[in-house]
């Protein structure tokens, strides 16, 4: 890691048009609450299936990241009410306090209270020390509003890079336990993805001694 912590305040950063990094924006007991919330959504399903897994691609790949979503279940690469890659049966609902914390995410990301966000999709994935996520446009929900990113535990390398493909330019980001980070507006079909993380590095207080959870939320655009 670049810097040390204690000793360099980290300040906000636009990395791109559209694209906003907010260090710090949750504290230890929002970061908590957070874990604990994921706890029970990649817990077994009434199925007894694990609400966490890996994602397998069309390519015969499997995901190193595993994931379970909220409101849209989503797979390569669509969105469905149901778990239809796994036991077919409902996906877990979005809660309305999520959707709560993802306008304040969007209003702070803005400085802008007005904002009409409205997230009714949440993925929530998990990283072991191994686990990486190529660059990739998130382009499956029919609404461009923004994407809001919440990482909890180790810190990653996020690369930000353009709309037009996965070559550089990009910019690499160190996201933390409990930064924010949104795009929108022109950055919203930039490529994105994590190259790393640092395993060991999340503060075990929040409730994960190991590895890397990252929330994002998005807004479908699939009605209700
Ligand atoms: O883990 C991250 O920070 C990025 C996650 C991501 O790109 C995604 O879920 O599409």
């Known amino acids: 890691m670049a810097d040390i912590p204690a000793l360099v305040p980290r300040q906000r950063a636009r990395v791109a048009d559209g694209a906003v990094h907010v260090p710090d924006w949750l504290d230890l007991d929002e970061q908590r609450r957070l874990v604990e919330a994921c706890r029970d959504w990649a817990g077994p399903r009434p199925s007894g299936q694990p609400g966490m897994r890996a994602t397998r691609l069309p390519s015969g790949g499997v995901m190193s990241v595993r994931t379970v979503c909220l409101g849209w279940h989503w797979y ?23 959707a709560g914390l993802g306008r304040r995410a969007v209003a702070e990301a803005y400085q802008d209270d007005g904002i009409d966000y409205r997230p009714d999709v949440a993925l929530v994935n998990y990283y072991d020390d191994a686990a990486r996520m190529g660059l990739h446009q998130d382009k499956d929900e029919r609404s461009r509003d923004p994407v809001v990113s919440i990482s909890l535990g180790d810190a990653c390398v996020f690369r930000f890079g353009n709309t037009e493909n996965r070559k550089r330019p990009w910019t690499d980001v160190e996201l933390r336990s409990g930064d924010l980070f949104v795009f929108g507006g022109p950055s919203r079909l930039a490529y994105h993805g994590v190259p790393r993380t640092y395993p060991g590095t999340g503060d075990p207080a929040i409730g994960l001694p190991r590895g890397r959870l990252n929330i994002t939320l998005r807004v479908s655009g699939l009605g209700s």
């Open 76 to 98: 390569p690469y669509r969105y469905s009410r149901t778990v239809d890659d796994g036991d077919g049966a409902p996906v877990l609902p979005f809660p309305d306090w999520l």
